[in-house]
């Protein structure tokens, strides 16, 4: 009976969620309230990297240093997570990290030495694990055991609806970006374009001196505008990349009045994240390139290294006198922090007179995925 409440109560939680580390939070709460134990946590496992995204009255020695023993080093439950051995709930005889904390005197443990472990999945994909412990209880019975596994299985599939939900409203936006690419390019752009041509149609018969001069400025500020906007259309559509970066790099160039010489070394097979990643750090340093570097052309090198992608982008420019990361400005921060959210990196080279040289590398892991 209590069971049955527990997972009743625990699915209602569930199917209201929309937050995923919310959701998680309440969920482990209940969980280990219902179950009367004492502390529990979860880890997230993506591509091959751990977090601790939730945790719930976890015992005075590992919230230590902001819960410095939960978020590096390797333990049991992991391993054989990440080994594919993990597929039921089992009890882990021991916590490597509750060991390390004992032997390191790291403070209070509250009793607790053991724990169960359960991987949290949906059908075939898996997303990390739960883990459950109270003071002094060593093993864990079947039934609490299967009980977990019920539970962990209820998360997983609310972890996947939520995931789906997120991709669905990425779709979505992207859909708005191209409409608003495209209505752009239909209103504004043509307006501007009919305007810059009645201007020079204007000048053309324009008699009187001044006028001509005022239709001319019209008809450049008209093409500027004109420009401008294709920029901004180009920002806003993805499609650039339909044909592979270097193209899109060129192409963008072009548009930009730039020559651009791509160079690939090895063969490209970046994820799509990765690659979107990287388009939008090479589309601002072409229109830096354009703005601040006084010459035409840009080089774009890509390295497919065995761990990463690395990319170069070159000019022989004026290059400006740079002081540090510390410094940037919004179009160089963006690119450094485009980088570091795919776990990339980002440097720059310049100096005044000598040009300026921006480099990417942004990891990529090989195995599983491949
Ligand atoms: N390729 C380059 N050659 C010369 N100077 C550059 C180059 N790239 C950047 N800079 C210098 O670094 C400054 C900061 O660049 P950043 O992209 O952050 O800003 P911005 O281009 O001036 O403005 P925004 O990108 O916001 O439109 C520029 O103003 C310019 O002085
Ligand atoms: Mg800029």
New binding site residues.
Partial sequence: MEELQTLKTIAETLNEANDLQAMLHTVLKQLVNLTKLQCGWIFFVEKGRYSLIADYELPPALLKEEKRVMCEGDCWCLNRYNDGRLKRAVNIIECKRLEEAIAGNWGETKGITHHATVPLRAGEETFGLLNVASPHKHTFSNKELALLESVAYQIGTAIKRIKLAENEKKHALLAERNRLARDLHDSVSQLLFSLSLTARGAKEMAVDEALQVALNDIQQLAHEALQQMRALIWQLRPQGLENGLASAFMNYGKMLGLCVNVQLHGVLHLPSEIEECLWRIGQ??L???K????VSDVSILLFDEREQVRMEMV?Q????H?TGEET??????SMKERAEAVNGTFSLE?DIGK??KITIRIPMPRGKNE
Avoid: I, Q
Avoid at 291 to 294: L, R, W
Avoid at 317 to 320: I, K, P, T
Avoid at 328 to 333: A, N, P, W
């Fill in positions: 601002e340093a229109n830096n390139c703005k601040h570097a006084g000019d420019g004026r290059g400006f740079y940037l400005s919004f179009g160089l921060k310049s040009g300026t």
